[in-house]
C-alpha cells in the first residue's frame, strides 16, 4: 500500500507525514529529503543546475519512493510530472492545503527556491491548486489543527479505505 501527501510548500507534508506513517506502521519517505541526501541542497540545485535538472532529479525520487510503498511525502512541485500524476493511479492520495497566513508563520527563515515569500507561495498555490484537487482522495486544511490530530484523521481515513478493498 502507498499514501501519497501531496500539496504546496509549507502544508506540512513531512511533518504531518511522518506521523502518519508511524500510525500505520509503514515507511515514510520525503521526496525532497532524498534528493538532499543524495544530491545536496535543493537551492543549491536550483542555482546550479537549474529547474528542469531539478526536476528530473525530482522524477527519479519520486519513481523509487513510489516503488518502495508506505507513507510518501512528495515536493510542492512533483505532481507537475505528467508520469508522476499517472503513477498516482492505485495510491491513495492525501492533498494538505493550508491559507496563506499559515504558511506565512511557517516559511519564516525558509530557504525554498521557489517559495521565498507570502506572495510567491500564493501565486504557486492557485496555479497548481486544481491539479492538487483533481488529483487527491482526501483533502485536509492543515491551517490550524494540531498535527498529530490531522495524522489520526489521515490514519482513520487509509484504514477505512484499505477495509473497503478487503470487501
Not at 532529479?57 to 508520469?83: C, D, H, K, P, W
Not at 511557517?106 to 527556491?113: A, E, F, M, T
Amino acid at each position: 500500500m502507498t499514501v501519497v501527501i501531496i500539496g504546496p510548500p509549507a502544508a506540512g507534508k513531512t511533518r504531518i507525514g511522518r506521523r502518519v506513517a508511524r500510525l500505520l506502521e509503514l515507511p515514510f519517505t520525503d521526496t525532497d529529503k532524498q534528493i538532499v541526501a543524495a544530491h545536496g541542497p535543493i537551492p543549491a540545485i536550483f542555482e546550479t543546475l537549474g529547474e528542469p535538472a531539478f526536476r528530473e532529479i525530482e522524477r527519479a525520487e519520486v519513481v523509487q519512493a513510489l516503488a518502495e510503498g508506505g507513507v510518501v511525502s512528495f515536493g510542492g512541485g512533483a505532481v507537475l510530472n505528467r508520469a508522476t500524476q499517472l503513477d498516482l493511479d492505485g495510491c491513495l492520495v492525501v492533498l494538505f492545503t493550508a491559507t496563506a497566513e499559515a504558511v506565512g508563520a511557517r516559511l519564516g527563515g525558509s530557504n525554498r527556491p521557489l517559495v521565498p515569500d507570502v506572495a510567491a507561495w500564493e501565486r504557486i498555490e492557485h496555479a497548481r491548486h486544481d491539479l492538487y484537487a483533481g488529483l487527491a482522495d482526501l483533502t485536509i486544511d492543515t491551517s490550524h489543527r494540531p498535527a498529530d490530530d490531522i495524522a489520526a484523521d489521515v490514519a482513520t481515513w487509509v484504514r477505512s479505505q484499505l477495509a473497503k478493498e478487503t470487501v
